[in-house]
């Protein structure tokens, strides 16, 4: 049995499937995307900071996802 590799951090962002980038996994069945480290410097700061700002741009309701039935909608 191969031993798993020990995770140093990871960077999650609710809405990251809807970034379009390749660094970030699919994480679960709404739009969350991650992205997993082992050593600090597997962290790129130029892909970290595009996704925060990602992140503040591309946002989804939540808050009325019970409402709509399941269905996300993009806000702005």
Known sequence: MTPRPRRIGRSAFW???SFGEKGLKDE???KAGEVRYTAADQV???DLNGWLG???DIQWD???L???KG???RLK
């Open 62 to 64: 939540y808050q009325n």
């Open 71 to 73: 269905r996300l909608e």
């Open 66 to 68: 019970i409402r709509r």
């Open 28 to 30: 679960g069945t709404f």
């Open 15 to 17: 809405s990251g499937q």
């Open 44 to 46: 790129d700061e130029k």
């Open 54 to 56: 990602k992140a503040r």
